[in-house]
Nanobody, 127 residues
Framework: QVQLVESGGGLVQAGGSLRLSCADS????????MGWFRQAPGKEREFVAA???????YYADSVKGRFTISRVNAKNTVYLQMNSLKPEDTAVYYC?????????????????????WGQGTQVTVSS
């Protein structure tokens, strides 16, 4: 059974960096596509980044050039390195997984494409 647990959130000043981790205690197969989403207060959950089983990656325009998604299959872990953080990046960040090796870019944006979700980790960026 897939069980995703996020960690690494916290409070950081604008311009700073954080690295989020998503570990699967249920041993998610490396063949699963993985994604990061975020949800700010009063807003809908939105796509941040995704990584496919063979390493293809997608990013939201708002984070391109600042965030990097990666995975270490041997550790059943997906990372989100976040640099040059802005106050508008403040949100709860969620990890998600689906039992598919590949999603198109458009599919990767949709929360409905993902079957498994973590509980989220708070990221707060102060100005």
């Amino acid at each position: 059974q897939v069980q995703l647990v996020e960690s690494g959130g916290g409070l950081v000043q604008a311009g700073g960096s954080l690295r989020l981790s998503c570990a699967d205690s249920g041993r998610t197969p490396s063949s699963y596509a993985m994604g990061w989403f975020r949800q700010a207060p009063g807003k809908e959950r939105e796509f941040v980044a995704a990584i496919m089983s063979r390493g293809a990656t997608y990013y939201a325009d708002s984070v391109k050039g600042r965030f990097t998604i990666s995975r270490v299959n041997a550790k059943n872990t997906v990372y989100l390195q976040m640099n040059s953080l802005k106050p508008e990046d403040t949100a709860v960040y969620y990890c998600a997984a689906v039992a598919r090796t590949f999603l198109t870019e458009r599919e990767s944006w949709e929360t409905t494409e993902y079957r498994y979700w973590g509980q989220g980790t708070q990221v707060t960026v102060s100005s």
